[in-house]
Nanobody, 123 residues
Framework: QVHLTESGGGVMQTGGSLSVSCAGTIRRAGRYGMAWFGKAPGEERELVAAITWSGFTTYYAPFARGRFTISRDNYNKMAFLQMYELKPEDTTVYYC????????????????WGQGTHVTVSS
């Protein structure tokens, strides 16, 4: 019912900025909380940022706070993650996720996932 496609990943130097996008195809009406997760090889998937349907409430992981901005465009069914002051440790695959309801903190609560987009930050 919901298909998510990320785009915008790539290679960036330390200190640079990059924005990743998530395009949604939604066949089932609902108010979806959205989130971005990161998963590096051999590591657990971790929440980077989340945003409620209204966009009024957002959450950022401590490492993302002050450097990343999550936003959404409900009309165009898009979500975005703008990343500034990139660090090598930001290198990971970024996944977009959606949940019909609030924007949970745990990945297990998200029903819909994109395929991921890889971001590499070189030192």
């Amino acid at each position: 019912q919901v298909h998510l496609t990320e785009s915008g990943g790539g290679v960036m130097q330390t200190g640079g900025s990059l924005s990743v996008s998530c395009a949604g195809t939604i066949r089932r009406a609902g108010r979806y909380g959205m989130a971005w997760f990161g998963k590096a090889p051999g590591e657990e998937r971790e929440l980077v940022a989340a945003i409620t349907w209204s966009g009024f409430t957002t959450y950022y992981a401590p490492f993302a706070r002050g450097r990343f901005t999550i936003s959404r465009d409900n009309y165009n069914k898009m979500a975005f993650l703008q990343m500034y002051e990139l660090k090598p440790e930001d290198t990971t695959v970024y996944y977009c996720a959606a949940h019909d309801g609030v924007a949970p903190m745990h990945d297990d609560d998200y029903e819909y996932w994109g395929q991921g987009t890889h971001v590499t930050v070189s030192s």
